[in-house]
């Protein structure tokens, strides 16, 4: 097996489907505005639960995007994640037809499965019996079901793939996708991560991870390098992107490229009790050599943003130790979403390509007063405009996942 | 810069023994490890066999709080990939540069076992629907997520580079494996344990299968259940199982003199776009992802010694690999050994495709082609060498294995035997 060059890869359309807005364009006006996705739980009282807060996507109708057949077999993430499939094509103004079924593949990032679809049939079966369990079930609830529906919808037979890495996952999609598109397997790739699971049950699991905040405001919930940071609350959605290789991409008469991926790195934690350093600075250094820059070339860090405590200082840390301390202007755009899992990271992209294009960073929602030894050149409460041609977007996933990806504005 | 992956180490955990040896010893014997299911009681089922492992976590080295926080699917993989490094000469503690180190975990269905053990739990047996999160064990989180599993598997082997779940349903084991050698291939990594685990034998696995009749009726007879090929088949046998191998540049294996089973010299996955869990009977994308595997190696079709088949024991899956099969080979498809594990160990989702790469290692070192348990009457439309009942001796310098899963993947990896000397 041999490596081919590195090639130019662009991305050329954006699907999203956030608690601040269907489609990129709502999505990045309201964040621009440091709007509030963050609200307490709709779909069910989540008075019992030690937490109610999360940042859910409201009024989106399934059966107003998608055809009636796909709704029986098709859990909440799986709709959305097709949802923002289908954006990202029309975006990029992509005919797979006319590119060429085998050249077009898929490759997304899911942690946690078709979870509510899960509940209901854990339910018949627990309640009713094995007989009750719907025909469905067995590719509904796993977690390539969305490379899987996104491939058959749109009749994109080139690779598939999918990878998890928890919160970190979804830029590890990315990172496979240009590989492949550099190993010359396809000329365009479907890639990102959606995520949905808040059902009672999916929700407690999200409580288990023992940093999810108890807050009850909003406004005080999620403050990521905050001094009184104390936890995230948990989001729903993601991205999907269309990535293209550069040459095929000028060959069609598409739309003008939002930016470039240039650089992919993951690291990992060393495990507890070994006394080594954590892996997030490395993931950095590495994504920076593989897109062949120096840190003073980096505009904007769209940070991982973790909200607890202990976890933001080791951000903090890494980017002190690569940019210096203030040495490079901060972003968290999660604030005004939560933590959506393996949708997080591409929903970062998204944030960092739109910044590129406008040469504005979005604010930095609800933070009070910065913890000090952070050192952080946080944007908060108000966009910043500027200049902006390379950002560094960062994911960290529980247990020690640690993703990083550079983004840089398309050649002109 | 071409990078050659080699495997210096392998670890298989399989229904029907308890380490690599007894599993290869077992498979080339012929025999089925295919029981009534004990994990449960499958009564109301209407599939009651499964593959199961007599696993002993103790005797495979876990203390009592690992046994608590590691579903199954997690105690299988940890097994195999610390058994996997020490064959390999990289366990923690030796010279290895962790963070040249990575680890990529194939699983499908993420710890199905302890997740519905916790929802029958905290849901009172599916009584209520808001469930008491009073009742929840301190590892729901873990099972909640599948990087978990990676994330164990890395602490056991000390890796702190690229780590990753490769989740594509039952193509997952090829696929993670081939993330890793791609990832060696980018110098991402010198090393990567690779491999896969599943642990579904699990109520809620078990009846989803059953919703679509996939899985085998003939309960009366488990051990002769999963028939790939033969005109009475009749689906296959959920199990259980893990396998991972130490993967790393041939350079790096020469620097530190590794013993080599073999060598990865192709891979590709592709999606069929068909349906979610229906097959073609034209395969034609499974007859692309053997060519792009094929000229990845360098090789031609006809320079092919085995085909390891997915046969999972559909009737589907057979006729749609038979000719993917003929499509990719030509006619050389009727001059080679074609054989499923499966008829042996069952189908453990996303693990088996690690299993099966694993046994085209044991193969090659040991120029022996496992069979074809319980094929007795041919399908007339499955018309190439299936190897039947008994293991044949043949010298194997490339083989092929495939896999094939709901979501529409298709997978396959060329594997040969390793030609440059020690390490």
Redesign the interface.
Known sequence: MSRSASTDVLITGLGVTAPTGLGPKEYWNTTLAGGQGIAPLQEFDPEPYTARLAGQITGFDAAAHLPGRLLPQTDRVTRLALVAAEQALEDAQADIGELGTYECGVVTSNATGGFEFSHREMRKLWSQGPQHVSVYQCFAWFYAVNTGQISIRHKMRGPGGVVVAEQAGGLDAIGLARRTINRGRGRLMLTGGVESSFDPWGWVSHLASGAVSTATDPAGAYLPFDRRAEGYVPGEGGAVLVMEEADAARARSGRAPYGRITGHASTFDPAPGVPRPPGLQRAIELALADAGLQPDAVDLVVADAAGVPELDAQEAAALRAVFGPFGVPVCAPKTMVGRLMAGGGPLDVVCALLALRDGVIPPAVNIGELAEDHRVDLVRDEPRFGPLSTALVLARGAGGFNSAVVVERPLS | ???H?VITGLSVLAPGSTDTEGFWKMITAGRSAIRRTTAFDPT???SQAAGEIDLDPLACGFGHREIRRLDRAGLLAVTCARRAAAEAGIAAGTELD??RL??SVGN???SATSI?NE??V??D???E?????SY???H??D??????L??ET??AV????????????CT?GI?ALG?A??LI??G?AEVMVAGATDAPVT??A???????K?TTRRNDDPEHATRPFDRTRDGFAIAEGAAMLVLEDSEHARRRGAEIYGT??????????????GLARDGN?MT?AIG?ALD??RADPTSVDYVNAHGSGTKQNDLHETEAFKKALGDHAYDIPVSSIKSMIGHSLGAIGAIEVATCALAIRDSVVPPTANLHEPDPECDLDYVPLEARERALDRVLTVGS?????QSAMVLEKWRGGRG
């Open positions: 810069m071409s990078r992956i109301a089922f209407r962790p963070t990575g680890v499908a269905v993420g519905e929802y029958v905290l849901s047996e599916g009584r629907w808001l469930v008491d999160q929840q064990s301190p729901l989180f099972y909640f997520v599948p990087g978990s990676a994330r890395a602490w000390g890796a702190e580079g690229p780590v990753s779940v490769v989740s594509a349903g997952s696929d993330h050698c791609q291939q980018e991402r109520p809620i078990v009846a989803c299968f059953d919703a679509i996939a990865i010299t192709g891979y590709a996955a592709q999606s069929n776009a068909y349906h979610m869990t994308e692309r792009l990845e190696a899963g709901f979501g529409g993947f």
